[in-house]
C-alpha cells in the first residue's frame, strides 16, 4: 500500500510557476514508477507527465512539454512537478498517481495509488 499526500497548489497569475509536491508513504516508493494527471471541471482526468522508479525516463503530454518538469527525490518519498508559464486553461485539480511497476506508464488505469489532489487556478 502507498499513501500520497499532494501539496503546492494555489492561484497564480498566467506566465506565473508553482511547483507540485506528493510526499508518499507506505511500501517502498523507490520501486514505483510516478505519474501527475488533471481534472478540469466537467472533463475527463488526463495524463500530464511520467517518470520512472530511477528518474532516468520522463514523459509529457504535448500541452505542458516545455512547460512542466517532473522529478522525484527517492531519499525523500517525494516526487515533483514544477510548472512554469502557467496558462488558464492549466487550471484543475492535479493527482499523483503511484504504478506498481517501474517503468513509466501514461494511462490513468495502469496507476494503483492516487493522491486526494490539490487545486491549481491560473489567472488571466
Known amino acids: 500500500q502507498v499513501q500520497l499526500v499532494e501539496s503546492g497548489g494555489g492561484l497564480v497569475q498566467a506566465g506565473g510557476s508553482l511547483r507540485l509536491s506528493c510526499a508518499a508513504s507506505g511500501r517502498t516508493f523507490s520501486s514505483n514508477a510516478m505519474g501527475w494527471f488533471r481534472q478540469a471541471p466537467g472533463k475527463e482526468r488526463e495524463f500530464v507527465a511520467t517518470?520512472?522508479?530511477?528518474?532516468?525516463?520522463?514523459v509529457y503530454a504535448d500541452s505542458v512539454k516545455g512547460r512542466f518538469t517532473i522529478s522525484r527525490d527517492n531519499a525523500k518519498n517525494t516526487v515533483y512537478l514544477q510548472m512554469n508559464s502557467l496558462k488558464p486553461e492549466d487550471t484543475a485539480v492535479y493527482y499523483c498517481a503511484a504504478a506498481r511497476v517501474q517503468n513509466i506508464q501514461l494511462l490513468t488505469r495502469s496507476y494503483d495509488y492516487w493522491g486526494q489532489g490539490t487545486q491549481v487556478t491560473v489567472s488571466s
Open positions: 517518470i520512472s522508479w530511477s528518474g532516468g525516463t520522463t
